[in-house]
């Protein structure tokens, strides 16, 4: 679940450009950093596992080491994340395929092609989630056979210039640290979706090993692969800055790699593409829908997003609901900026979502294990890692904000700050007269259900 969340092809098909325009040939250093900015901050995630296994996750983690207000608005941008990351990428899935039919002679409209994928998904979140996890089991397996595939025959011919350590040292950042910092932003949500694993504690057999070893197995495996693959794809360009440019200014440069070192993959190619996107979003989709259903369920939203279809066992109407919040926003944005500047925009905005949620997880593991539990505490597991990640996650907020980025990338940053002060606010309304629907408001922004 968490490996096919995070969307390998997605990542290596759409992320390394953006990296790219940031830190030049230092891309692949930049998913090494963040590879390992995820693994230290899976270190807190994975103790609060072992301790609380919950559907519930980062609110129940949070609320336990800070407080229930906390862990509202750690529910909050949980919840934030996700629904922006469904039209981000019915958005990418939209533009890409329009290019991919475009080079055949095929001319359908970019919209077109979103609306299809979000009427697919749709059908597959209303018949219910077993479907739809074995069609992104499926999909991630072919993904990954696909792009490991080419990228060993680029590594092979020895991309444009021969091979070179280049890539993986932070001094080929074309705009030094701050380059780095700010191409993490896409390297970070290169990993969203590693901790997905961590809502499953309720459903899994003996979570307190499994959880934590599914987040690290996921985290290894997944950015290995980012690491080999995006390596292949700035070989594959060249290293130089003309060549990084390139790179930049490419839409989809995995598939230009395809026609340049194995033009018969481009088939294959397309469909990995395409498919990765679909099951990312199906994924993403299936979680927002089951918070719809149990706030309706909890009465913080009409309780008809609550009801059952008799016909299909789903929340059927929060199905439509979601399928309609996510299409108005692809379609408006899509056609305001472009369907892959949307992509970019979103992802930067949930990226700075998410971020908090790992900082607040990670204090809450310092603070849990320090006063609640002192006989299992271990600076570093419970000190010194937990800090490190933190700081690690600082770095590409910090990108963001200084050196002043183009716009409108330099308010990002403080418009999810915008958002954070307002779940604050109601938090602390609720806090004071109403706790019991606090409760009850931070679980089911996390995500649990416990019909499920």
Not at 85 to 107: C, F
Not at 282 to 301: D, K, P, Q
Not at 312 to 340: E, H, K, N
Not at 437 to 450: F, H, K, P, S, T
């Amino acid at each position: 679940m968490s490996a096919a969340l995070m969307g390998p092809a997605v990542s290596v098909y759409f992320n390394p450009q953006l990296v790219a325009a940031q830190a030049g040939s230092a891309t692949p250093f930049v998913f090494v950093l963040s590879m390992a900015a995820a693994l230290i901050v899976a270190n807190g995630i994975m103790e609060m596992a072992r301790e609380l296994p919950s559907a519930g996750a980062f609110y129940t983690y949070v609320t336990r080491g800070v407080g229930a207000r906390t862990g509202f608005v750690t529910g909050g941008l949980m919840f934030l994340a996700y629904a922006l990351l469904v039209p981000a990428e019915l958005a990418l899935i939209g533009s890409y395929t329009h290019d991919l039919l475009a080079q055949h002679g095929i001319r359908v409209p970019w919209v077109v092609i979103s609306l299809v994928a979000a009427a697919l998904m749709t059908l597959l979140s209303a018949r219910g989630i077993g479907g739809s996890i074995k069609v992104a089991l499926v999909m991630f397996s072919c993904e990954v056979a696909v792009i490991l595939l080419l990228s060993v025959i680029i590594v092979a011919k020895g991309g444009a210039h021969g091979l070179s350590a280049t890539p993986l040292l932070p001094t080929s950042s074309t705009k030094g640290l701050s380059g780095i910092a700010l191409g993490m932003v896409y390297g970070v949500l290169s990993f969203v979706g590693f901790e997905a694993a961590a809502t499953l504690g309720e459903e899994t057999r003996n979570p307190r090993r499994n959880i934590p070893r599914g987040l690290v197995y996921a985290v290894v495996l997944v950015g290995a692969i980012y690491l080999f693959c995006t390596y292949a794809e700035t070989v594959g360009f060249g290293t130089s800055d003309g060549a990084m440019a390139q790179l930049a200014a490419d839409a989809a440069p995995f598939t230009t790699l395809g026609h340049a070192y194995a033009p018969w993959m481009d088939l294959l190619i397309g469909l990995a593409g395409v498919s990765s996107i679909f099951a990312v979003t199906v994924n993403s989709n299936n979680g927002i829908v089951r918070i719809l259903y149990a706030m309706g369920r909890e009465g913080m939203l009409p309780r008809r997003l609550a009801v059952v279809s008799p016909r299909l066992g789903t929340p059927a109407f929060a199905v439509y609901v979601q399928a309609a919040f996510a299409v108005l926003v692809t379609v408006a944005m899509g056609f305001w900026v472009g369907p892959f500047t949307t992509y970019a925009y979103l992802g930067a905005v949930l990226t700075f979502a998410i971020i908090p949620v790992y900082w607040l997880t990670n204090v809450a593991c310092m603070r849990f294990f320090r006063k609640q539990h002192p006989e299992q505490f271990r600076p570093l597991r419970h000190v010194v890692l937990p800090v490190l990640a933190i700081v690690l996650m600082v770095i590409p907020v910090y990108g963001s904000v200084w050196p002043v980025p183009a716009a409108p990338y330099d308010w990002f940053p403080y418009a999810v700050l915008g958002c954070i002060a307002l779940l604050a606010a109601v938090a602390a309304g609720l806090g004071r007269r109403r706790p019991e629907l606090l409760r009850r408001a931070g679980e089911v922004l996390a995500g649990v259900d416990e019909s499920a």
